[in-house]
């Protein structure tokens, strides 16, 4: 294939004067804990989150929430067996624990990291913005008393604390600079900005980040991880999510298929997706569409054909003009080009391929490459009896209904 910037004018890179960041970011998976907080999911049994724990592995995501083992029995438990898998496999990827800020939810992190030996981020968090003050009647005497116990707590028994605002894009500045001041004083060094309700825009994400580095950051003189933790109440969460990075966030939080409460948190495997296509990471992301198809069984969601990258209709097409340009470049022996000449994403990265059908918009090379790829001769009489069954069709036709076509012409295929 010649070189992709000389067929391609990438009008993305225009107006940015430079990339979108400068420095590793780092990703935090919550489909195991905050995702399946979504009203229609099913918590999978420990097997299947096993199974996911490893592809997010392979995939080179860098962290993950493993539960919320205060939240009762069955939440201990699977908590505890994700932990021991992490020592026993010997895995890369550093778990965290959601908590309240109260010591009753420390203390199950801070007795799993005993048993196994494994160093547990407690992710512990409170609401910051006023509508949540003022519904929870909380005081902001409240908050930072509330805070600097759980954190100090945490610290003093040895596990780290990733100190998390509910509702941050929501918040009050003054609020925003003393709790995170807090929390920096009593020892965390990771802090979660969250964009609970799905309430930002790009700018306001971006608003946001900068004025935690300049406020709370920089003069703490502390080395501080800040992560980003949106939701897509608005269809922003992927956007912002970059934005974040854009203006200096470290980590992105996401969730296999943008699972979570009302309509889900930001999608991991988009984000994967957009950060490997900006150049921001590199890692190999064929096992991409594993790790969302183990998520669709496991939590029963159902992937729309229509989902970026591993939705079934990706990277099909029944268009004439458009299956047209993908068949000539695959005549053309270069598969990377068919894979970018109708497509903004090139499937061969994700592990996946074009897929050329037939339908009441499709031309005759639609039925001839169909044909082909199958290794059923194209005759001129079993292409236009697919062809003319295609156009008095109003949908797609089935690999059954092509077969069916030839099969009533003088040279049906042999049985």
């Known amino acids: 294939m010649p070189d992709p910037q000389k067929l391609v ?90 908590a309240r800020t109260t010591l009753q939810d420390i203390d199950p992190i801070l007795d799993i990291a005993d048993k196994t030996g494994v160093t547990i981020d407690a992710a512990t968090f409170l609401g910051s913005s006023m509508i949540r003050q003022y519904v929870e009647n909380w005081t902001m005497d409240d908050l930072l008393r509330r805070t600097e116990e759980a954190v100090t707590y945490g610290i003093k028994r040895g596990v780290p604390v990733m100190y998390v605002t509910e509702d941050t894009t929501r918040a009050f500045p003054e609020t925003i600079k003393r709790l995170y001041t807090t929390a920096l004083n009593c020892g965390a060094r990771h802090i979660v900005l969250t964009d609970t309700v799905g309430h930002a825009t ?57 699972i979570g409460e009302r309509v889900g948190n930001t999608p991991m495997d988009q984000m994967l997706v957009n950060l490997k296509l900006l150049g921001v990471i590199d890692q190999d992301l064929i096992k991409l569409k594993d790790y969302c ?96 069954k295609a156009k008095h069709s109003d949908r797609l036709l089935t690999t059954e209904e092509v077969l069916e076509a030839i099969h009533a012409t003088s040279t049906p295929l042999a049985i």
Not at 44 to 71: N, R, S, V
Not at 324 to 339: C, D, H, Q, S, Y
């Open 9 to 98: 004018y990438d009008w993305n890179l225009i107006g940015e004067s430079e990339p979108l960041t400068d420095k590793r970011v780092l990703l935090d998976d919550e489909t195991l804990r905050d995702g399946l907080q979504s009203p229609t999911v099913s918590d999978p049994a420990i097997e299947d989150k096993i199974q996911l724990l490893h592809l997010m592995e392979e995939l080179g995501i860098q962290m993950l929430d493993i539960g919320l083992p205060g939240a009762g029995p069955r939440a201990y438990a699977d908590t505890l067996a994700l932990a021991q898998e992490i020592a026993r496999s010997r895995l890369k990827i550093r778990p965290n624990c959601a």
């Open 202 to 258: 790009p700018a306001g994400a971006r608003a946001l980040v900068r004025f935690v580095i300049d406020e709370v950051v920089r003069p703490s003189g502390e080395e501080i991880l800040i992560s980003w933790h949106g939701h897509n109440d608005r269809g922003l969460s992927v956007i912002n999510s970059l934005a974040a990075v854009q203006a200096g966030a470290d980590v992105v939080h996401g969730c296999a298929l943008g």
């Open 293 to 388: 198809d183990v998520a669709s069984r496991a939590c029963s969601v159902v992937i729309p054909p229509g989902y970026p990258v591993f939705g079934s209709d990706a990277f099909r097409t029944a268009t004439g003009v458009h299956a047209a340009a993908v068949i000539k470049a695959f005549k053309k022996g270069e598969t990377e080009l068919a894979n970018t000449v109708y497509s903004g994403v090139p499937s061969h990265l994700f592990g996946l391929e074009q897929i050329i059908d037939i339908g009441p918009m499709s031309g005759r090379s639609n039925v001839t490459f169909w044909l082909e790829k199958r290794g059923i001769q194209p005759t001129e009489e079993r292409v236009n009896a697919v062809y003319d």
